[in-house]
């Protein structure tokens, strides 16, 4: 596992080949931000789509632009599913939201499978889970390890 860490503004981006982007939400996301993590999610998926863990341990808002942004830009050809990690209330409302906003705008056909779990250990089982039931590399999870 590749442990360097990319920033974007407070944000955290880190790849594990073969298909899923880590992300640590830290303070409040821009416009800018969010345009380049959907920049680094569109990189990262050149050569298929990728599982996205977001951690919103420290996650403190949303701004409305970079909620609008999902109405100018679909990355549903870009995931196998998006699992949310961490954080409070506060920060799950936020998220809600947020994948609310995503549902009314990426209406059609495609879906993209979603979870809220409490860690890591749990979100890289979903994973597992999810790339058994589609198809994709499985991953031993004994060699992860749950806080980096």
Do not use: Y
Request: proline share 5%; aromatic share 8%.
């Amino acid at each position: 596992m590749d442990d360097t860490w990319e920033r974007v503004g407070a944000h955290r981006h880190r790849f594990e080949a073969p298909d899923l982007l880590h992300t640590r939400a830290v303070g409040p996301i821009s416009r800018d931000e969010f345009a380049t993590a959907l920049d680094v999610i569109e990189r990262h998926a050149e050569r298929g789509p990728i599982f996205w863990l977001v951690d919103l341990t420290h996650l403190d808002g949303i701004t409305p632009e970079a909620r609008r942004l999902l109405s100018e830009r679909d990355a549903r050809a870009h995931l196998r599913g998006i699992v949310l990690i961490g954080g409070g209330f506060p920060q799950r409302v936020l998220a809600t939201l947020a994948l609310k906003a995503v549902r009314l705008f990426w209406r059609h056909e495609t879906h993209v499978p979603f979870a809220f779990l409490a860690d890591e250990r749990e979100a890289l089982a979903w994973i597992d889970a999810e790339r058994r039931a589609r198809g994709g590399p499985r991953v031993n999870l004994r060699d992860k390890r749950s806080n980096d």
